[in-house]
């Protein structure tokens, strides 16, 4: 056992506070598992709301681990010391369950990773009486479970809020004195969300697709996936603080969930509705907080600039002499208001994410943003002291031609022109940052039935923007991988066999992997799929009518936009039911629990 990396972590939890430490033994142990390194799993709400979560239910407690950095890898395998957890130093296998927090595709290699390192088994299958239990959650899980499917023992799906602490402590109470397959079948059968891989089999017909996703005695199918009526009944924000977190110790404050905006290739978009926000009465006390802390306010969400109070919620951090910090905005939110209460609040640089360069392509995605409200947004930033801008755009879109993507070099630089025309000679911007991403379709989304558009294909396009950029001496351009955003397509819509390609890219690399793997990775990434196809995912039970996704996509493939989604008013995509208003916060029950289409 490695004294340097006990150290390493103590040093660690003497930074922090917020987090919960008791005395072995009075409670039954949870390993909360973020797979990345630990600045990232601080930077990471979700993760500090289940921590406090699980720690707040009778019983339980529950301790942190992470991805360890490459030298500290290193020293692990070095010295054989297994995986430690933050609060007390001890090794996952001592744990009664161990639970991953998953929210992106790309970490699912190093749960594999961390599960060797830990000495567990990878194999759901392979575990016996004396290992912990192995639980997965996040929204890359409830997206699509399946890649991890034979490494886990059961997935907690949909809002952890819903039934993450009454199914831990049924495992705490019974697991000693049930075999594995009754408490998993128990826990399928009366907790929502609670989806048991073993208790289903996949059948798959001779072209390699899926023909049928059978349950067995005692599992539900379909599995719901059960979302938190009303957010006032479970305030979020940063209860964790520490220096070395990504976003520093800035406090975090979840203003909503989901967005209206039904941008076609965002899940968060569907898998959320209906969209959520919390009302500033119950923000305002959080954020005083925060200020009285002395911290700066970071107001998070899917949809930030979207939320109906956002200027009153900025003026108070404002008119307290805090400081803001904010993700990615709605370009037609930022109207001078907004715009001059960032700049008081010490925002430097502001993200836009116009996704794509020509308007065409726009109408495509279902963007809802002309070139006129993205031209406005940046000169009220320019003028109200935000010189810095960073914009989003993707490449590799359905639909999306050369002409397209020369048009985000182009898009660039007329509205550098029309800062220079209304900005009558005040300063200009800083620094404008393009971020290029590949895109990779996802599940529960109208572009599910698309192909990756192909690594030779995105790199060429990446290629393109970054020569033509490069007489633009205020302008900077960040890249990705192709290769990677090719296995983020197959990890994202890839069934379980996919599982045991994840697992040979373990023992002998992704290279290797793909190229001496039985299966055919393109099979998943590079195929259109065809309207009737079933799904991998389709037995999870978000309430969104898949017919309704088919009919976007026929909608984009079209150049048509669709209104945004109007939870009063519209019941197209089915989340909101048929007929009976939804209105949050009404009623006793505090979980949606939608019906399957």
Avoid at 116 to 124: F, V
Avoid at 268 to 277: I, L, S
Avoid at 556 to 584: D, F, Q
């Amino acid at each position: 056992m490695s004294v340097r990396l006990k150290v390493r972590l103590k040093e660690l939890l003497q930074q922090e506070q917020g987090a919960v430490v008791r005395e072995w033994g009075a409670d039954w142990p949870i390993a909360l598992v973020y797979p990345h390194l630990y600045p990232v799993a601080l930077g990471n709400l979700g993760f500090q709301a289940v921590y406090h979560l699980l720690n707040r239910a009778p019983g339980l407690v529950c301790e942190r681990a992470f991805l360890p950095d490459e030298a500290e890898l290193a020293e692990h395998r070095r010295t054989r010391t297994p995986i430690l957890t933050l609060e007390s130093q001890r090794p996952l296998r001592d744990f009664g369950a161990v639970a991953f927090s998953v929210s992106f595709e790309p970490d699912y290699p190093q749960i594999l990773k961390i599960l060797e390192l830990s000495g567990i088994p990878l194999l759901a299958r392979d575990r016996g009486p004396g290992d912990p239990w192995v639980v997965a959650g996040g929204v890359a899980a409830f997206l699509n479970p399946e890649p991890l499917a034979p490494f886990v023992d059961a997935f907690l799906l949909g809002e952890a809020e819903v039934a993450a602490g009454p199914a831990f402590q049924f495992l705490a109470r019974e697991s000693a004195s049930r075999d594995r397959e009754s408490v998993l079948r128990y826990l399928a059968q009366h907790f929502p969300g609670l989806y048991v891989p073993g208790g289903y089999q996949a059948r798959y017909h001779p072209d390699g697709t899926l023909a049928a996703f059978e349950a067995g005695p005692g599992f539900p199918l379909p599995v719901r996936v059960p979302r938190v009526r009303d957010l006032g009944t479970c305030l979020t924000e940063s209860r964790l603080l520490t220096p070395r977190s990504e976003w520093g110790e800035m406090f975090l404050v979840e203003v909503g969930r989901g967005c209206s905006r039904s941008c076609r290739f965002c899940a968060a978009g569907f898998v959320y509705r209906p969209p959520r926000e919390r009302a500033a009465a119950d923000l305002l006390p959080r954020i005083r907080e925060g200020l009285r802390q002395g911290r700066k306010i970071g107001l998070v969400g899917t949809a930030v600039s979207d939320h109906p109070e956002l200027v009153a919620l900025c003026r108070e951090v404002v008119d307290a002499g805090g400081r803001l910090g904010i993700g990615s905005l709605r370009a037609d939110a930022v109207d001078r208001e907004l715009a001059d209460l960032l700049a008081a609040g010490g925002v430097r640089t502001a993200a836009l994410a116009p996704e794509a360069g020509s308007a065409r392509l726009r109408r495509v995605l279902n963007k809802g943003l002309d070139e006129g409200a993205l031209a406005a947004a940046v000169v009220n930033l320019i003028q109200a002291g935000v010189h810095n801008l960073r914009f989003y755009f993707m490449v590799g879109l359905p639909t999306e031609t050369l002409d397209d993507v020369r048009e985000i070099p182009r898009l660039v630089k007329r509205l550098e022109h029309q800062v220079r025309k209304e900005s009558r000679g005040r300063r200009m911007v800083g620094q404008t940052t393009l971020s290029l991403s590949s895109f990779a379709p996802k599940p529960f989304t109208p572009f599910q039935w698309v192909p990756f558009a192909g690594v030779p294909d995105l790199k060429e396009r990446l290629k393109l923007v970054r020569r033509e950029c490069r007489g633009l001496k205020h302008v900077r351009v960040h890249t990705d991988l192709p290769k990677w955003a090719y296995t983020q397509a197959l990890l994202a819509r890839g069934d379980r066999r996919v599982g045991e390609l994840l697992l040979a890219a373990h023992r002998r690399g992704w290279p290797q992997a793909l190229r001496e793997s039985p299966l055919n990775p393109d099979f998943f990434v590079l195929r259109e799929r065809r309207r009737e196809e079933l799904f991998p995912w389709d037995f999870l039970d978000h309430a969104v009518d898949k017919n309704y996704l088919w009919e976007e996509y026929q909608l984009a493939l079209a150049e048509k936009e669709s209104p945004p989604c109007r939870p009063r008013t519209c019941r197209r995509c089915g989340a909101c039911g048929e007929g009976e208003e939804i209105v949050p916060g009404e009623g006793d029950d505090e979980t949606i629990f939608l019906p399957f289409h």
